[in-house]
């Protein structure tokens, strides 16, 4: 049986995950802004509008992955490694706090689910 603790984290990653897939397919051009502004727009072999609808249909498989408890221990080590990515293209910058509190409890739940 999953302790509370780490259902609370499990389940709030999920929703991160499914809810930032949801405001991306919302404002997609707003979204792309922040690959756009980016190092890495010009590595991109696809526009930053289609570049962040993939990380949407992501995230929010990611974050289904998260919620069901489907490969618990890969879904959140996945989740951790996309947040070093955020964190990689966007920099580090006023909002990046909340990726780095996100990235801790990502490591925390693939820690903790692991099979050793």
């Known amino acids: ?3 509370t603790a780490f259902l609370v984290i499990q389940l709030g ?3 991160v995950f499914v809810w930032t897939g ?3 397919f919302k404002d997609t051009p707003g979204w792309a802004d922040i690959i756009r502004n980016s190092w890495v727009a010009r590595f991109l072999p696809m526009s ?3 570049a962040m609808r993939g990380t949407a249909v992501f995230d929010i498989v990611i974050g289904i992955w998260l919620l069901t408890g489907a490969f618990l221990w890969l ?3 996945i ?3 996309h947040l070093i990515t955020v964190l990689l293209v966007t920099g580090i910058m006023a909002p990046s706090y909340r990726d780095v509190g996100l990235l801790a409890a990502a490591a ?3 820690l903790y689910a692991f099979p050793y």
């Open 48 to 50: 930053p509008e289609s």
């Open 75 to 77: 879904s959140s080590l």
């Open 22 to 24: 949801v405001l991306i």
């Open 108 to 110: 925390g739940l693939t």
């Open 1 to 3: 049986m999953v302790p």
């Open 13 to 15: 990653l999920a929703f």
């Open 79 to 81: 989740a951790g490694l």
